[in-house]
């Protein structure tokens, strides 16, 4: 996306939040996730366009391991890291929905799932 003189409008064509922060998501291997992710662009050599971010709390929790790719504005929930490739390959690298993992809540804001409806035990955070 060039501008005028050489500009570009942002340092990044994507950024990839991973929720690694919250209440579940972490529980539910967001790390993994988030690592498998950026193997997937750095393998790709991809570093400088695509990056991979680890995010506090989207306020979806439940629905984990949370991914949000932007500016797409596509959401994906139990994004595991087995997952990643095919995230990467379709959703973040050619703006593709992945309906398997894509997230669709109903109204906007939190949605977050009742503890005791979590299928993993509650953190302290
Ligand atoms: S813990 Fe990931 S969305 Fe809240």
Redesign the pocket.
């Known amino acids: 996306m060039i501008i005028g003189g050489g500009l570009i409008s942002r340092p990044y064509e994507k950024v990839v939040l991973v929720?690694i922060h919250?209440?579940?998501?972490p529980r539910q291997g967001s790390l993994e996730t988030c690592e498998a992710l950026r193997e997937a662009v750095s393998t790709a050599g991809l570093t400088d366009k695509i990056r991979i971010v680890k995010s506090g709390?989207?306020?979806?929790?439940g629905h984990?391991p949370?991914v949000a790719i932007e500016p797409d504005g596509s959401w994906y929930g139990s994004v595991t890291a087995k997952d990643a490739e095919e995230l990467f390959s379709g959703p973040i690298l050619c703006g593709t929905i992945l309906e398997r993992l894509r997230h669709q809540p109903k109204r906007h804001g939190k949605n977050v799932i009742a503890p005791d409806q979590w299928t993993i035990p509650p953190s302290k955070e």
Not at 22 to 25: N, S
């Open positions: 929720c919250g209440r579940t998501c709390c989207l306020a979806q929790c984990g949370m």
